[in-house]
């Protein structure tokens, strides 16, 4: 019975270290759909994740160490995996003249943040930009703490869950009038984003720790 309790309080430590990294993800998601004001949820969720890391993780000194470990890995590749999403989309969309545009979500971000409905300058779009890489990025860490041990395909698995969310709420929201060409350009870009987070991953990770190449999440 000890045994079952320790194995099933590892399985909710690891699923809940990596879930926190979803909180910016999912604070949009509520914003779309409730209209409820995406500061105040970030901020809540936010609250919530450092309260889960406080309880389910901090205290464990093994779990804490592979934590933050994932975290040096989950990071850089997600940043670097969200820099070749936006490149891959912008390509796609030049190369074949779609009118979709890659980038129209951004200055609806920094509205959102700023609470305010005025048109996109730079302070607007450049806090777009920042939200759009903190999802990359954060992304990139939830994948690195839960799947960051398998291999590289996972990655490509990940991204095109994120991708099933996305194109249920972007559409609607961002009033997209050609979904086919908004459709293709997602799931490219995402497709790109999972190749290069499974791949960068799975290399830091190697180089971090190359005694435990393979090893469950912490």
């Known amino acids: 019975m000890t045994d079952s309790r320790t194995a099933i309080a590892g399985r909710l430590g690891v699923l809940v270290?990596?879930?926190?990294f979803l909180t910016s993800g999912a604070s949009l998601l509520v914003y779309v759909l409730t209209g409820t004001p995406l500061p105040l949820v970030l901020g809540v969720l936010a609250v919530a994740a450092a309260v889960a890391v406080a309880v389910a993780v901090w205290p464990d000194e093994v779990r804490r160490r592979g934590w933050l470990r994932r975290i040096a890995v989950g990071a850089p590749a997600g940043l670097l995996a969200t820099?070749?999403?936006?490149?891959?989309?912008?390509?796609l969309v030049e190369v074949l003249g779609f009118h979709a545009s890659p980038f129209k979500a951004f200055p609806l971000f920094g509205q959102a943040l700023l609470m305010s409905d005025a048109s996109s300058g730079p302070v607007t779009f450049g806090l777009g930009v920042a939200f759009h890489a903190l999802n990359g990025v954060t992304f990139g860490c939830a994948y690195a703490v839960w799947f960051g041990h398998r291999p590289w395909w996972w990655g490509i698995c990940f991204a095109l869950g994120l991708e099933a969310f996305m194109l249920?709420?972007?559409?609607?929201?961002?009033?997209?009038?050609?979904?086919?060409?908004?459709?293709?350009?997602?799931?490219?870009?995402?497709?790109?984003?999972?190749?290069?987070?499974?791949?960068g991953a799975s290399r830091l990770l190697r180089r971090a720790n190359p005694d435990r190449t393979g090893t469950a999440a912490p």
């Open 168 to 199: 249920a709420i972007y559409p609607g929201w961002l009033d997209i009038r050609s979904l086919r060409e908004f459709t293709t350009m997602s799931v490219f870009g995402h497709v790109v984003y999972g190749t290069v987070l499974g791949l």
């Open 17 to 20: 270290s990596g879930a926190v």
């Open 83 to 91: 820099g070749a999403y936006d490149l891959s989309r912008f390509l």
